[in-house]
Nanobody, 114 residues
Framework: QVELVESGGGLAQPGGSLTLSCTVD????RFWDMRWHRQAPGKQRE???????????MYADSVKGRFTISRDVAKNTMYLQMNNLQPEDTAVYYC????????WGQGTQVTVSS
């Protein structure tokens, strides 16, 4: 059974930072392309970026330069470092495994507000 569990969400002030974690069980993260998505209320889900099997990263324009994806293969965990958060970053954040997003986590809420 494959399980992805996001954590680290919460409330941040504009300009602040949060780091999300995605802990993976049942597959080895090092053999999968891993992605971060988010969905804001009333909006479509948005792909934020991914880290490939080879460790290469790509980002959506909306977060490029502010968000960083990394992984620790020993801990089987992926991270999303989010800096300079803005109210429009408020959303539920999800991690997913595979380019086809075969497996999903349950999501973690991020709220950016003063």
């Amino acid at each position: 059974q494959v399980e992805l569990v996001e954590s680290g969400g919460g409330l941040a002030q504009p300009g602040g930072s949060l780091t999300l974690s995605c802990t993976v069980d049942g597959i080895f993260l090092r053999f999968w392309d891993m992605r971060w998505h988010r969905q804001a209320p009333g909006k479509q889900r948005e792909l934020l970026g991914e880290i490939s099997i080879g460790g290469n990263t790509m980002y959506a324009d909306s977060v490029k330069g502010r968000f960083t994806i990394s992984r620790d293969v020993a801990k089987n965990t992926m991270y999303l470092q989010m800096n300079n958060l803005q109210p429009e970053d408020t959303a539920v954040y999800y991690c997913a495994a595979g380019k086809s997003d075969k497996y999903w986590g349950q999501g973690t809420q991020v709220t950016v507000s003063s």
